[in-house]
């Protein structure tokens, strides 16, 4: 979630929205690269790929995996956290040295791993994993393959979630591709209602969302969690739509509209043709029995002859998020990926 443009931010959701405006630095090689056509066209058999695009695309885009953690008991990931370290490059390892918060470093390494069991499953050594970023900072696979992959990660609170499509569902532009995700918290700031947290947000909302999200007196009400619940599914889906252009902040978020009752969206007025967006829900236990509820939104351009109508859809089942806990998913990546 990015900064609002008004001043000054209130409460702690303040912190929340600063730290997770470099979603995208948590997932990069801190590399700077500026790729070109050539690097493009060694990141796969591009060419050979653009010929069959059409041909052999599958019904399904994207899928996506997410690594649950309880914020509050990262002490017990610390040796795990120390012994996964030594699984990605000196740069990234160095970067995620210098986070003060532990759990800040915890989430940044986890972000770094997804990729790279993905990776691995398809029968990549760790050696071979090269990884990059655009100029805009979004990151990229440089790492030559026989099915191109495009990726996206992205982090709140005790979730951590990649989003990622392969093959014939991606659209051919290398490097980085049209993918993106997004994921937040179903919270509200302490000490803040729930129309005051809308007007810190509101010159980033159109009319339509801000009617949605506060009807008029003479309309039903919604409950806290259908209030928290839109509001986050709009928020998700702008910045899951940004993260797939590969843009930075200066995208004004008003230009993107979301009609959650009726999943519909309009950017500049107008509905995107060639995009799928796919709404999903995840549920964290923590150890004090607790349970968080967080709604995401990942989005894909396919190209305008493989989505004809860009409606949000409902992910098919609760099972199309792959969830893992974050010990496990741990222990697997240093099985997988250790020495």
Not at 59 to 79: I, N, P
Not at 90 to 100: I, N
């Amino acid at each position: 979630m990015r900064s609002a443009t008004v001043t000054p931010l209130r409460s702690s959701m303040a912190i929340r929205i600063l730290r997770t405006s470099a979603r995208e630095e948590s997932d990069t090689h801190h590399q700077d690269t500026v790729w070109t056509d050539t690097t493009a066209r060694n990141v796969s058999s591009v060419v050979d790929w653009r010929q069959r695009y059409h041909h052999t695309r599958s019904s399904e885009a994207m899928e996506v995996q997410a690594v649950t953690l309880d914020t509050s008991a990262v002490s017990e990931l610390e040796e795990l956290y120390q012994r996964a370290l030594l699984l990605v490059d000196d740069d990234s390892r160095a970067h995620l040295q210098r986070y003060y918060h532990r759990i800040d470093g915890i989430r940044g390494l986890i972000g770094r791993l997804l990729p790279r069991l993905l990776l691995k499953e398809l029968g990549i050594s760790k050696a071979e994993m090269r990884f990059f970023k655009t100029q805009a900072g979004k990151p990229y696979i440089c790492t030559k393959l026989e099915t191109p992959i495009g990726y996206n990660v992205t982090h709140d609170n005790g979730v951590v979630a990649m989003a990622y499509s392969t093959g014939a569902d991606l659209y051919p532009d290398p490097p980085a591709y049209r993918v993106g995700v997004d994921v937040m918290l179903l919270q509200l700031p302490k000490r803040d209602t729930f129309s005051g947290f809308v007007e810190v947000f509101s010159d980033q909302l159109t009319r339509l969302e801000r009617n949605i999200l506060l009807p008029p007196a003479s309309e039903p009400q919604l409950s806290t969690h259908e209030q928290l619940r839109r509001f986050f599914l709009i928020w998700t889906l702008k910045e899951a739509y940004t993260k797939a252009l590969g843009l930075g902040l200066g995208f004004d978020f008003s230009r993107i509209e979301y009609d959650v009752p009726k999943d519909v969206v309009r950017i500049d007025g107008q509905v995107p043709r060639g995009w799928e967006f796919i709404r999903f829900e995840l549920h964290n236990s923590l150890n004090n029995g607790h349970v968080e509820n967080y709604v995401g939104v990942a989005a894909q351009y396919r190209g305008e002859d493989a989505v004809a109508e860009s409606r949000v859809r409902a992910a098919d089942s609760p099972g199309w998020v792959k969830v893992q806990d974050a010990k496990g998913f741990l222990d697997t990546a240093i099985r997988e990926l250790g020495i």
